[in-house]
C-alpha cells in the first residue's frame, strides 16, 4: 500500500482504519472476535493508521472503542500509527436520542483526556492526537500550548485538528 506524510514527518499508510463503526453510529458493536478478525485484515493489507476518539463507544460503555482496541491493537503497536481525539463531550442531558455535541479545548480538559486515552488504549503514547472539534470559547494558541506540554512529556508524537476553517489553521 502506498505511504502518505501527515504534516512534516508522520508516515501513514495511504488508506487509513477509522475505527469508529466498530462501537459507534453503524449499526452493532463488533465483538472482540470481530475487531481482530478485521484489524488483522487491514494490517495484512498495509493499512498502518488506525483513528479513534475517547467519545466513541455505547450509551453502557462510552469509551468502548478506545478499549477494544487497546486490546486488540496492542500485538501490533510497534507497527501501526495510531491517533485518538479529544476535545468534544455529548450533551448528557439532553433528552433527544442524538445528543448534541459540545466542544471543550480547555488544556485541563486536554491533559486529562490523554491520560484516559493512553489507559484505555494500553500504550504509553499516541502517535497523532488532535482536536474533534474546534471550541470557539477557548483560544486555540491555549489549546496548542496544552498539546506542545503533551509532546513535550513524551504522551504524543503529533497534534493536529479537525473540521478547522482556515482563519483558525492560520
Same mark, same amino acid.
Given at each position: 500500500m502506498n505511504k502518505r506524510i501527515l504534516?512534516?514527518?508522520?508516515?501513514?499508510?495511504?488508506?487509513?482504519?477509522?475505527?469508529?463503526?466498530m462501537s459507534h453510529a453503524y449499526g452493532t458493536v463488533s465483538t472482540r472476535k470481530e475487531a481482530e478478525a478485521l484489524i488483522a485484515e487491514a494490517i495484512e493489507c498495509?493499512?498502518?493508521?488506525?483513528?479513534?476518539?475517547?467519545?466513541?463507544?455505547?450509551?453502557e460503555d462510552p469509551h468502548h472503542n478506545e478499549k477494544l482496541l487497546g486490546e486488540v491493537l496492542k500485538?501490533?503497536?510497534?507497527?501501526?500509527?495510531? $491517533? #485518538?481525539?479529544? =476535545?468534544?463531550?455529548?450533551?448528557?442531558?439532553?433528552?433527544?436520542?442524538?445528543?448534541?455535541? *459540545?466542544?471543550?479545548g480547555r488544556p485541563e480538559?486536554?491533559? $486529562? #483526556?490523554?491520560? =484516559?486515552?493512553?489507559?484505555?488504549?494500553?500504550?504509553?503514547?499516541?502517535?497523532?492526537?488532535? *482536536?474533534h472539534r474546534i471550541d470557539p470559547t477557548v483560544p486555540i494558541e491555549e489549546t496548542a500550548g496544552a498539546m506542545k506540554e503533551l509532546m513535550e512529556q513524551g504522551k504524543i508524537t503529533?497534534?493536529?485538528?479537525?473540521?478547522a476553517d482556515e482563519d483558525i489553521i492560520a
Open positions: 504534516g512534516k514527518d508522520l508516515e501513514v499508510s495511504s488508506i487509513g482504519f477509522g475505527c469508529m463503526g498495509g493499512c498502518t493508521f488506525f483513528d479513534t476518539a475517547e467519545i466513541y463507544g455505547t450509551t500485538p501490533y503497536r510497534d507497527k501501526i500509527v495510531l $491517533a #485518538s481525539k479529544c =476535545g468534544i463531550r455529548f450533551d448528557e442531558t439532553a433528552t433527544t436520542v442524538n445528543k448534541p455535541l *459540545i466542544p471543550d480538559t486536554i491533559r $486529562a #483526556s490523554i491520560d =484516559g486515552s493512553l489507559q484505555r488504549l494500553k500504550t504509553d503514547h499516541l502517535d497523532l492526537y488532535y *482536536i503529533h497534534w493536529g485538528l479537525s473540521e
